[in-house]
């Protein structure tokens, strides 16, 4: 099976020392492509520059741990984990991590490689400024910042690879279950995504993160809470992908 | 010598997913807390949630090390060295990193412990928009994002501390040398600092970042590039302190 996985949040500049950016940590793809090449996968990861990477983020030593000698044994068996999934994990950072970038890099993965899944976790920018050279002047009171939409590079996924599972997700604040669900079937139609997982910001800071996994004409499953809520993510898309 | 430091850039929320950033690694208020400690000061270090930090930016154990031994014993002498300034080191993490939350953490442990130098190179908001509660619709073709100016931190420090002596620092892009010495004097007048350190973008990015240190009615000191560039700063501020 070979996989794209995108992480983290786009930022779109305001000028040299400022950017708009989505808020994203990039747990969700690190922990999805942990789990396709922990099942023999061979994934490119595409991410931005201050996401989280799979293997990598547990790769902290805990300077405050009583017993120093776990930690090391914790890094060696990571280490060894990480051998054995290296030449299957293809890293591809983006530089500055705007929507430009992201959209070239997914594009280069699905067009050269013949991908069977993609999910699609990046919270990418809806609307970016034009970037304004050098540093604007903080002498004013008021500030304006004029955007425009990005396009939406999930909708051209489908182009890049005909035969893709496309797995795409949709992020609410506080919006109620019936609707989110709504908006993700939408979303399914208007990407051409076999799937839309949805989720909603209230649950994740009230620490119930609860996944919606919404396809066309197919029954809504319902993915509660749970340590191990990425790997059943990954375990019934693996399932639905293969078909 | 008790000592405050702030590293890393705040944020402005936009919405419950977005949010203005000043692009700031945090990595040289590390160092810069990192060189105190081992001179024996007692730290305070404010830093944004994403911020590098003190030490702990040096605990990764690097996974593709062909010796891993080399890396235990590494990660070892670091934890020596974290054992050995640990009680001498506070972390002060702010919780979203808005300039709101900076200014009460820095206010707090200025009236509260009798510092006698801080170093301000955090990369603060100059404009904040109002936040929108919940998640922007992305459906119109544009949005503007109004924004107003935030308060100076640093310009009310030395009411929460006459006797600090007080680092500030400014950050320009592409600006003649002489002019961003002129403004660093401009800003020690209205920070009412005892010195501002500053540096030019341009330089940072072609791998030649040059310290400008700036004293009201004193020359100015360049700091020329190299890797004891912080050690340098942090020397020179040692010896002004301490009149």
Redesign the interface.
Known sequence: MKVVVTGGGTSAP??????????STGRTAAAITECCLERGAEVWHIHTP?AQLP??RS???????AD?RR??ER??R??VK??SVGDRLHLRPLEVGTVAEYADALRIVLTTQDVDLAFLPM?V???EPEPH???IS?K??????????TPKVIRAVRDWSPTVYLVGFK????VDRDELIRQAHDACLINRADLTVAND?TDVKAGRHTLYLVRPGRPTALLEPGADLTDRLVEHVWEWAKK
Chains 1, 2 share one sequence.
């Not at 790769?59 to 741990?65: K, V």
């Not at 992020?171 to 506080?174: E, G, K, R, Y």
């Open positions: 305001i000028d040299d020392v400022r950017v708009i950016t989505n808020v201050s293997f990598l790769a902290g030593f805990n300077l405050d741990a120093p930690e090391h890094l060696d990571l280490q990480w051998r919270a920018s809806d609307y050279e050098g540093k903080s004013r009171d008021e500030l304006s910042i004029p955007c425009k939409r992020l609410q604040s506080n910001l």
